[in-house]
């Protein structure tokens, strides 16, 4: 079976052998959230979802990192009060996202090949196994600019590490390197740098080559268990964020970011 490339403006998908690649390409931005890469992946991940050829799906991301998260550079539609409407980007496009991933017949994994941040960490952690490169990190970064976790993260991490684990790495947005993030079970396997790219192909390969049946119903078992409140749990995450958009703690936040300085919070 030859191979099939679909290249979108930011995300790329290609085919052989019924193993799905996803390939998120904003490389300059280390693969940053804007709107038209929720956009592309959304695409992408029914596109991988619907193909009768595709049995199993890897996501990984061009150059340095998997994803750095929200560009903060632009912070969704603006409402009626003029703030940034990061409810309707949330639940329209990028809840999605996760929501097809989970919910897809077919195994997914994630090649984590550097920073995996905000909501690119919630993407790696959706998926249904998670391979890392030795370098890799993943960063619950929202408290750092005043905001809280989306994407899923606050449903994903704690079923992944518990309660304890998920309020550190939610309260105090620390990097949590790869061996580590291994060791507290948030992750599959790390490999080297230089392996990652081969392991993930390989797994990728055996799992399309498995009994997909098998599979799809081990997934419905693990989402009924622990994901059968997931669409609530996603619109209480965008409607928390929509809250903390407008706080000022939120604006000095990302001023901070820009500014490349320290935050000063207020609480309000």
Request: contains cysteine; charged residues 20%.
């Amino acid at each position: 079976m030859g191979e099939s490339t679909v290249r979108r403006e930011t995300v790329d998908l290609s085919v052989e052998a019924g193993a799905a690649t996803i390939v998120l390409n904003r490389p300059q931005t280390l693969n940053a959230w804007n709107g038209q890469f929720g956009t592309d992946l959304l695409a992408a991940v029914r596109e991988a979802q619907d193909r009768d050829d595709v049995r199993a799906v890897l996501i990984t991301g061009a150059g340095r990192g998997f994803s750095s998260g929200a560009d903060l550079k632009e912070r969704g539609f603006s409402g009626e009060d003029g703030r940034p409407d990061v409810y309707s980007v949330l639940t329209e496009l990028y809840h999605p996202i996760m929501t097809t991933i989970r919910t897809m017949p077919k195994p997914v994994v994630a090649a984590v090949n550097g920073p995996a941040v905000g909501i690119g960490c919630s993407l790696a952690l959706c998926c249904d196994l998670i391979l890392a490169a030795e370098s890799a990190y993943f960063l619950l970064a929202f408290v750092n600019i005043g905001l809280v976790p989306d994407g899923g993260s606050s449903l994903f991490v704690p079923t992944r590490v518990g309660l304890a684990r998920a309020a550190e790495l939610a309260m105090l947005g620390e990097r949590l390197p790869a061996r580590t993030a291994l060791e507290w079970g948030l992750i599959n396997r790390v490999v080297s740098d230089d392996e990652l790219a081969g392991a993930a192909d390989g797994l990728c390969a055996r799992l399309a080559a498995g009994p997909t049946l098998s599979y799809a119903g081990a997934k419905r078992e693990l989402n009924n268990w622990l994901y059968a409140r997931m669409d609530e749990q996603l619109d209480l995450e965008a409607r928390l964020q929509q809250e903390m958009m407008g706080s000022a703690d939120a604006v000095e936040g990302a001023v901070a970011f820009v500014e490349r300085r320290p935050p000063r919070f207020q609480g309000r």
